[in-house]
């Protein structure tokens, strides 16, 4: 029996995991606990993703376990051992400001959370291929002192510097930064990751996450940038920019396209190995930009406030450099751009809400 494991599956990219491998695989098997509700409150429950997967897809296995604790991952680990043959760890405490709350809880969940994941896939399926959503900010603030130019709607980097054709690529320092609190914990375990690979010889696989979208986010104020943004288009509630005149520049992929590439590193993996992952110069918008064209496909004009106050450790401008993953995985491509990904958050927001009501 071929199992594919999936931690966070009832999350964003947890969730596209679990429709995209369960064609591919006899058994994909879920572990999602539904911290996300703990985080960010009642709009950040993923309840209602667990129930749509046990739906639809009859080869899928919900288990409600905490990553945090090895006792409950180990009997999953025992039940089907060798047969797992991808973990996809999607798992995460997934925002800068809420870690500060309680960084004990952020540092369990993505640091601790992530070693008992690898030692468990090292003990009972160490052939296994070991995926981990890292995120770029374990680069912290060192964005933001590259030579930045404003422009009318947006930051855009010098023309003349290396990262202006495609991005930022792997080489940026994770080192002599600030990176928040959940930075930190990311760092930890994205460093482990691919010290299992480098020193225990698995096959693992690091990707550096830009913003990861798509139309099965629970966005909530904290995470979840243009899923919650689109939120505040239909509903009318009040979205808060915060600090850089609005024109902090984001590159977005599409959930899809994210899990694609996990496919195609899973069947030609490369021990301990780190790739950069959005939308690149493909897919990416400032605030001001993604706010226009929710109003655009929304047809509602946005109710929404500044504040001179940015988040802490912020990017000013990211777009990933996907130029390493296209160099070893030439056949992947991105599927989704900005319009069409936010056009079917729309239609999926619009659905939800109407269902809750």
Same mark, same amino acid.
């Given at each position: 029996?071929?199992?594919?494991?999936?931690?966070?599956?009832?999350?964003?990219?947890?969730?596209?995991?679990?429709?995209?491998?369960?064609?591919?695989? !006899?058994?994909?098997?879920?572990?999602?606990?539904?911290?996300?509700?703990?985080?960010?409150?009642?709009?950040?429950?993923?309840?209602?993703?667990?129930?749509?997967?046990?739906?639809?897809?009859?080869?899928?296995?919900?288990?409600?376990?905490?990553?945090?604790?090895?006792?409950?991952?180990?009997?999953?680990?025992?039940?089907?051992?060798?047969?797992?043959?991808?973990?996809?760890?999607?798992?995460?405490?997934?925002?800068?400001?809420?870690?500060?709350?309680?960084?004990?809880? !952020?540092?369990?969940?993505?640091?601790?959370?992530?070693?008992?994941?690898?030692?468990?896939?090292?003990?009972?399926?160490?052939?296994?291929?070991?995926?981990?959503?890292?995120?770029?900010?374990?680069?912290?603030?060192?964005?933001?002192?590259?030579?930045?130019?404003?422009?009318?709607?947006?930051?855009?980097?010098?023309?003349?510097?290396? @990262?202006?054709?495609?991005?930022? %690529?792997? *080489?940026?320092?994770?080192?002599?930064?600030?990176?928040?609190?959940?930075?930190?914990?990311?760092?930890?375990? !994205?460093?482990?990751?691919?010290?299992?690979?480098?020193?225990?010889?698995?096959?693992?696989?690091?990707?550096?996450?830009?913003?990861?979208?798509?139309?099965?986010?629970?966005?909530? #104020?904290?995470?979840?940038?243009?899923? @919650?943004?689109?939120?505040?288009?239909?509903?009318?509630?009040?979205?808060?920019?915060?600090?850089?005149?609005?024109? #902090?520049?984001?590159?977005?992929? *599409?959930?899809? !396209?994210?899990?694609?590439?996990?496919?195609? @590193?899973?069947?030609?993996?490369?021990?301990?190995?780190?790739?950069?992952?959005?939308?690149?110069?493909?897919?990416?918008?400032?605030?001001?930009?993604?706010?226009?064209?929710?109003?655009?496909?929304?047809?509602?004009?946005?109710?929404?406030?500044?504040?001179?106050?940015?988040?802490?450790?912020? *990017?000013?401008?990211?777009?990933?450099?996907?130029?390493?993953?296209? %160099?070893? @995985?030439?056949?992947?491509?991105?599927?989704?751009?900005?319009? #069409?990904?936010?056009?079917?958050?729309?239609?999926?927001?619009?659905?939800?809400?109407?269902?809750? *009501?």
């Amino acid at each position: 029996m071929k199992v594919a494991l999936v931690t966070g599956s009832a999350g964003l990219i947890g969730s596209e995991s679990v429709a995209f491998f369960s064609e591919k695989f !006899d058994l994909v098997v879920g572990i999602d606990n539904n911290m996300r509700q703990y985080f960010f409150g009642a709009d950040g429950s993923t309840e209602w993703n667990r129930n749509r997967l046990e739906e639809a897809y009859s080869n899928y296995a919900h288990r409600p376990a905490d990553i945090r604790e090895v006792s409950q991952l180990e009997p999953i680990f025992k039940e089907f051992g060798a047969d797992i043959k991808l973990i996809i760890h999607a798992a995460a405490q997934p925002s800068h400001d809420w870690a500060a709350r309680e960084p004990f809880t !952020d540092f369990t969940v993505n640091a601790n959370g992530t070693l008992n994941m690898l030692e468990m896939t090292r003990q009972h399926c160490p052939e296994a291929v070991f995926i981990f959503t890292s995120t770029n900010k374990v680069y912290g603030d060192n964005p933001n002192y590259l030579p930045l130019i404003e422009t009318e709607t947006r930051w855009e980097i010098d023309k003349n510097h290396p @990262y202006f054709e495609n991005g930022i %690529d792997e *080489h940026m320092s994770i080192d002599h930064t600030k990176h928040s609190l959940f930075g930190a914990s990311k760092v930890a375990a !994205d460093v482990l990751v691919q010290e299992y690979g480098r020193y225990f010889g698995m096959k693992t696989g690091v990707f550096r996450g830009g913003c990861l979208t798509g139309p099965n986010h629970s966005g909530a #104020q904290l995470h979840g940038f243009l899923s @919650y943004l689109m939120k505040c288009a239909i509903t009318g509630n009040q979205y808060t920019v915060f600090g850089y005149k609005g024109k #902090q520049v984001r590159d977005n992929i *599409h959930s899809y !396209d994210l899990v694609n590439m996990f496919w195609h @590193y899973y069947q030609n993996p490369r021990e301990g190995e780190v790739y950069n992952a959005g939308g690149g110069r493909y897919a990416n918008c400032s605030m001001l930009e993604g706010i226009a064209l929710c109003e655009e496909i929304s047809g509602n004009k946005m109710n929404y406030t500044y504040s001179e106050t940015n988040r802490i450790g912020d *990017h000013i401008w990211y777009i990933s450099d996907l130029t390493k993953f296209k %160099d070893h @995985y030439p056949d992947w491509n991105w599927t989704y751009d900005l319009k #069409q990904t936010l056009a079917q958050i729309h239609d999926s927001m619009v659905a939800r809400l109407a269902a809750a *009501h």
